[in-house]
C-alpha cells in the first residue's frame, strides 16, 4: 500500500475485509468497541476475533496495522497488539 494510511482508513479496511467475516458474538464486542471511541481495543479486537474464527487479514492490512501500532498507540496494548499482527503473519506465512 503507497499512499499514507491512518487509524481511520485502517478500521474501514478491517470493517471491509474483516467485519462481515467475524461471528456475530465477536461483531457485537467490536460494536462496543465503537459506541465507546475505543479505537485501540477496536484494532486489537478485530485482530484477536479473526484468529479466533479463522478469518485471514492480508499482509497489507497487517502492514498498516503495525505501523499504526508502532507510530503511536495505546501503552498498555502496544505488546499485545503486535503479538495478535505476528500471529497472523505466522498463519499466513504458513498458508
Known amino acids: 500500500m503507497e499512499k499514507d494510511i491512518d487509524t481511520d482508513d485502517l478500521l ?3 470493517n471491509t475485509h474483516v467485519f462481515p467475516l467475524l461471528k456475530r458474538k465477536y461483531q457485537c464486542v467490536i460494536e462496543d468497541d ?3 471511541v475505543d479505537i485501540a481495543m477496536e484494532v486489537d479486537d478485530f485482530l484477536q ?3 479466533l474464527d479463522g ?3 492480508s ?3 497487517l502492514d498498516v496495522a503495525e505501523a499504526e501500532v508502532r507510530g503511536g498507540w495505546d501503552p498498555e496494548l502496544t505488546e499485545r497488539t503486535l503479538g495478535w499482527i505476528a500471529k497472523h503473519r505466522e498463519k499466513n506465512a504458513g498458508a
Open 12 to 14: 474501514e479496511l478491517l
Open 34 to 36: 465503537r459506541v465507546s
Open 49 to 51: 476475533f479473526a484468529l
Open 55 to 57: 478469518v485471514r487479514i
Open 59 to 61: 499482509d497489507d492490512i
